[in-house]
T-cell receptor, first 114, second 112 residues
Framework: DARVTQTPRHKVTEMGQEVTMRCQPI?????VFWYRQTMMQGLELLAY????????DSGMPKDRFSAEMPDATLATLKIQPSEPRDSAVYFC????????????FGPGTRLTVL | TQLLEQSPQFLSIQEGENLTVYCNSS?????LQWYRQEPGEGPVLLVT???GGEVKKLKRLTFQFGDARKDSSLHITAAQPGDTGLYLC????????????WGLGTSLAVNP
């Protein structure tokens, strides 16, 4: 049963610390998405990769957030320095070909920045 | 700012009742997806609609895409406690196929 995996599932950190979240997309999927979900804003697209190249990262605060795909089996989202307003659930999703194709979500990383 | 408005925001019903939730926008979408999200999990895709006026059925769930491809509805017949969750719609902007716009969701609770 192929699934997207995310680590860690929970992260509590202090303001100013660096946070790295990892995602393993489903094998064979060539698109990877990073989302942030909060009660107030709902699900927000932060970044979108196809074949490991960033296609759209306009939703991501560039001064502190960065997203990379070192290889086809790993996507990372880094926040440095973290701030309390970054507290949210961060989801990774993977899919095939285009943004309109089915997206398969991981279980999320719940981040709390104190 | 393009928005997908979902209504109602919250819905609590008894097992066996029928319900309809809505997803509306002023924008035209080339396709629209419905997801269900359970607590502590990521959203799971239920259906994708592409053609204006299209109706798709998934057991007791009926999805409809508006003729103008600006809105969609999800109707659940004889709701069951297992239908409880957050229902999200997401549309691909027809003018920019790289942009996926998400609604805030309808939180449904079906009480036994």
């Amino acid at each position: 049963d192929a699934r997207v995996t995310q680590t860690p599932r929970h992260k509590v950190t202090e303001m100013g610390q660096e946070v790295t979240m990892r995602c393993q997309p489903i094998l064979g999927h060539n698109t990877v998405f990073w989302y942030r979900q909060t009660m107030m804003q709902g699900l927000e697209l932060l970044a979108y990769f196809r074949n490991r190249a960033p296609l759209d990262d306009s939703g991501m605060p560039k001064d502190r957030f960065s997203a990379e795909m070192p290889d086809a089996t790993l996507a990372t989202l880094k926040i440095q320095p973290s701030e309390p307003r970054d507290s949210a659930v961060y989801f990774c999703a993977s899919g095939l070909a285009s943004i309109s194709a089915s997206q398969y979500f991981g279980p999320g990383t719940r981040l709390t920045v104190l | 700012t393009q928005l997908l408005e979902q209504s109602p925001q919250f819905l609590s019903i008894q097992e066996g009742e029928n319900l309809t939730v809505y997803c509306n926008s002023s924008s035209v979408f080339s396709s629209l997806q419905w997801y269900r999200q359970e607590p502590g999990e990521g959203p799971v895709l239920l259906v994708t609609v592409v053609t204006g006026g299209e109706v798709k059925k998934l057991k007791r769930l009926t999805f409809q895409f508006g003729d103008a491809r600006k809105d969609s509805s999800l109707h659940i017949t004889a709701a069951q406690p297992g239908d409880t969750g957050l229902y999200l719609c997401a549309g691909v902007d027809a003018g920019n196929n790289r942009k996926l716009i998400w609604g805030l969701g309808t939180s449904l609770a079906v009480n036994p």
